[in-house]
């Protein structure tokens, strides 16, 4: 079930006038452009960090479209989030390369050691797992993207390595 504007919670962007002022100003400039739907979500998820679904409702009934159809494109791109990214972001390579290399070996890992699925983040919001497709560096599969760097040939035995830094705070 989506959520509606009836019921927004405190912790949403919504509900900070400062951030519902960025919110409405987005809106207000983009709404009337062809195509303006994926322009508003572009720029609400480089300006406000990420998505909420009383985000989306309200940006349904601004523009007048389905809730459905904000979600579905919130929820069909990667680079849309709906909650707020962690501080380091690791990608798994899910391209045809990584995946028989040994991604699927390499995400149970993180599971194990982060205790989290692809699409969400620690507790501590130290880092964000997600997927993503081929990155084009098939070569060196399976590939791990942290934050920009890539790392080839990762084992599964070798994550933690990989991880430990990113879980430290600096
Ligand atoms: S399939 Fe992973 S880099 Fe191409």
New binding site residues.
Partial sequence: MLTTLDNIPASDPLANAEQKQRIDGILDGYKDLPGGLMVVLNELQSQIGFISEPMQAYVAERLQVPVSTVHGVVTFYSFFTTTPRGKHTVKF?M?????VGGTPQIIEKAKQVLGIEPGQTTSDGMITVELCR?????S????VVVDEESHGRVRPNKLPQILRPLQEPK
């Fill in positions: 390579c391209g045809t390369a990584c995946y081929c990155v084009g560096a098939c060196q599969a399976p590939v």
